[in-house]
């Protein structure tokens, strides 16, 4: 720490200034202004008078006495000192000198001659004292110029000894009030010398903070240097990898570079072999155009033939049709089903199909009775134009069935009647399995229970749109009745129930039901969404009186119109979907005991054999002439011209595989053949060219 020097000068001056009176260094003083050292006759004249006497003022007093060769009383002078009081002292010293300075000088001329008695001087004072004492009569002795002279001189020289006593008083008094403000001076610089101290300290401890927090900084920014010294290492360490990696990249991307350039040569020359093939596949290009036209030429003139040839198809296939008969014979067996072990028929009968290729005989072994009467077990054989096994699927059925949708379109009424005892699988063959029948609209594609009715309106619709080509435009619309106890009940209608009477007409091929709901239909949605409210319809009716779906016929008709814009040509026909109710005899189905069970049973027996007797009657009227007894039901009066010379027919007997089942399956088979064996004659498309 650095301070400021103290001048030794200053210190010293005011450790003289301060020092006691009475106890003084052994030093000698020394003058305040100069320091130099008094002169030794004041110290004499003190030590002489035993008191210290300030050394200025006797050192003046001697000197100007010697001058004057007079020793000067000393009493007055014995407090002078430089304390307050001394000019005072000094000045009665002068004032006595002044008022009496002939009575001073002789009591010093006394003084003096006391001490120095024996000299000579001694004694010359002695004689003027006693020349003094003896008074005015030795008077005579003094003279009196010399002592006036003495006197005015000694009055000049207290005159003199006066001013310069002013004189050094004055310049005691500089000194003083200088050394004053010299102590002053000093006391200044002291507290400036304390306060640059300590402004001195508080900057050392700001230069200490400092040098502290730079101190702190200082490690600070080394640890930081340090870290991105290391940092900017690592960095460098991972670019001079990069570098190295990329002069590798460059390295093989050069060789690349190469290697793609003479691909480029290789390119371009491709590239111009490809100009040329071009170049010769465009002269290709306009010979093919060429053909191209001449074979939308020959196009437009197959076109013509297709629609000859569709022509000659459809005359074709009614042919076939009317070779297989109009009325044709489907049998169907069902599987076993679970209701079959409930109901604790689960016997099987023997069923055997002959002749698996063709497909078109069953077999039942049953009891028989013989020409005499004897009743043995025998089998017995049925023809049909196709015969199902329990294994055959829906698809299969309605493969050998399609052809007669196809018939719709072309313009023939078509009517299927699913026929057999109750339970024995009609509902299941036209609707479908149980899971299909909730519905409709499954897809047959994807649904193997799909029955005849989804699968034959989705190839309907189908088949109609693929006819769109060839000038053909259809419309369809729907119906739905229900037959029992021979009345018709339009499960359409408005009402759950229908109350209403209806009426049936004939008109040139076409009937129509009064008071029926007639549904357009743009799409299969639709028709299934027509079957589903039907079904519904069906099921609350038969909770409201009684289980009768057994017991009831239930039609679906679907109206087909279409109309070809280029041929002009015109269709109108009919699909009629019917089935059947049971057709178990009256004593297997329990209703010989209950009346409402007879009557039913009844109904359904005429109907039944009105419809046997209708077939038979068309398969007798080759000349169209006879009476066909349509009218003898409601069922075969509805169906009139969807029976008959007019329209195709097809039977599907459904039969139960059960031995229990087996009379009934025997005679549902016989009724079947009896329809088989009726030839009806051709039939005819309801059709008009220029409509
Ligand atoms: N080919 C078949 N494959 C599997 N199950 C069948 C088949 N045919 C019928 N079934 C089943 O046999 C039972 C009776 O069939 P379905 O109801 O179709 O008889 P139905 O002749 O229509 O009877 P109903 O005259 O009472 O209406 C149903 O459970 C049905 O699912």
Redesign the pocket.
Known sequence: MSSIPVPQTVKRQRTTATMPGGAGPSKLPRTPATGRTMPATRSVSAADAGRFVPSRRTATTTTTAASIGLTLPRAPMTNTTNRPGAAATTRSVSAASKVAPTAAVRRGVTSVTRLRPGTNAANAAAAATARTSNGSANSGDVDPSRMDAMESRLASMAELFELERQKTEEKWSKERTDRLAQEDKVRQLEEDLIEQRKIAQSKQDEIKRRRTIADDELLQLTAKFNREKRLLESELEQERETVVALKATLNQQSTSHLTMESTNTALRSQVQLLQDEIQSLRAKLASMDENVAQTKEANLHLENELREAESLRRKLHNEVQELRGNIRVFC?V??P?N?DAANGTEALATIRFPNEREAAQIELLAAGESATGTVTMRNHLFTFDRVFQ?TASQADVFEEIAHLTQSVLDGYNTSIFAY??????????LEG??DSITNFGSDPATDAGAGLIPRAVQMLWSTAESLKDKGWKYNFEGSMLEIYLDTINDLLGKTEVDKAKHEIKHDKGRTTVSDTVVVPLDSPAQVFALLEKAKRRRQVAATLMNER??RSHSVFMLRVRGQNATTMEACDAVLSLV?L??SERLANSGSDKDPIRLKEAQSINKSLSSLADVISALGQNKTGTNHVPYRNSTLTWLLKNSLGGNSKTLMLL?LSPMAAHLNESLCSLRFATKVNSTTIGTAKAVKSIGA
Do not use: E, L
Request: glycine share 16%.
């Open positions: 169907r069902r599987p089903s209701n329990p057999g005892q109750t339970g024995s699988g009609k509902t299941h063959t399995a149980p779906s057994s089935d109710a049971g459904a």
